[in-house]
């Protein structure tokens, strides 16, 4: 028997460009408020993103769909790139009748919202970047694995079963595709895009996300960053901490750094020096912005 998501969340299918496409879903919160939409990570399933979705479910109708080809939703017959991916998600929101919504990503999820911002504006009110993944600092192949083995490391024990059931599903044809398409996406020219308010939370103990590169946020016109205890997967590991942000980002009410979910520190984010009439970035940026080489 599979096993059913944290409550209140619950299980179902819904045809997706034609294709059956598994998510967790809970829409009994009300109608008032933007619905929320978490967007899981490379080869992965949405499994990882509930205890942080299932928290935020009893304020906001929320949904955790399987991309296609991921956890259980069914591979479709050529693999999807990012815009692929992107498209996707969009058609998901059509066929569970959300018009606008929240999105909160993790690692790849996050250049998949960039994308949904820069083909579909309209559908997106706000956006939660966590642990943005996916640039120079993740290539090539071998040092993105080396990184994703000393996260494993640093992860909760519990997570471990649920990336080796996904990874194995996904398949090693079907992740060197998709390696491909993330590390040919160009996120920074795509980043402008994103002109919702938008928050970006990364851990100190990640080692695929450097915080320290957080100067390419600035072509954002509304953002905040912030750093928390933790490693990739935050919204396992951290979930009481990121609802809480996600809920403050949400309602507009300002990020207060310490409380029972835990502490975290805001992040300066250095703005556009203009000089000679060209725009210079000041400061380090985050890789997961920065175009592939």
């Known amino acids: 028997m599979p096993r059913r998501p944290l409550p209140p969340l619950t299980p179902g299918w819904v045809v997706v460009d034609g ?26 399933s949405g499994t990882y993103l509930e205890p942080t979705a299932a928290l935020l479910a009893a304020r906001h109708r929320t949904f955790v769909p399987d991309l296609p080809g991921m956890g259980r939703s069914l591979r479709p017959e050529h693999g999807l790139d990012l815009p692929g991916l992107a498209g996707a998600l969009v058609s998901y929101l059509d066929a569970v009748g959300v018009q606008r919504a929240t999105f909160v990503g993790n690692s790849l999820g996050c ?12 559908r997106i009110d706000r956006a939660v970047l966590v642990s943005p993944a996916g640039g120079p600092n993740n290539i090539p192949l071998l040092r993105a694995l080396r990184q994703m083995a000393m996260d494993g490391l640093r992860e ?11 990874y194995l599903r996904f398949g090693v044809l079907q992740s060197l595709s998709l390696f491909r398409a993330m590390t040919r996406y160009p996120t920074l020219e795509r980043l402008h895009n994103l002109v919702a308010p938008t928050l970006v939370i990364a851990g100190d103990r990640d ?43 949400v309602s507009g009410r300002p990020l ?10 805001v992040v300066p984010i250095p703005p556009h020096l203009v000089a000679s ?9 985050m890789p997961s912005a920065d175009p592939p080489r």
């Open 19 to 44: 294709l059956p496409v598994y998510h967790r879903a809970y829409t009994d919160a009300g109608e008032d408020g933007t619905p929320i939409v978490h967007v899981h990570g490379f080869g992965i």
């Open 156 to 166: 909760p024990p519990s997570m471990v079963p649920i990336a080796t059931r996904d």
């Open 111 to 122: 250049p998949v919202i960039v994308e949904v911002a820069s083909r579909f504006p309209d």
């Open 277 to 285: 009439g060209h725009t210079v970035e000041a400061g380090p940026g």
């Open 256 to 265: 207060v750094t310490a409380g029972p979910e835990g502490t975290f520190q």
């Open 207 to 249: 080692p695929l996300v450097r915080i320290e590169r957080v100067h390419v946020l600035n072509v954002l016109p509304h953002v905040q960053a912030v750093k928390v205890h933790g490693a990739h997967a935050l919204n396992y590991s951290a979930p009481d901490l990121i609802a809480h942000l996600v809920e403050a980002h």
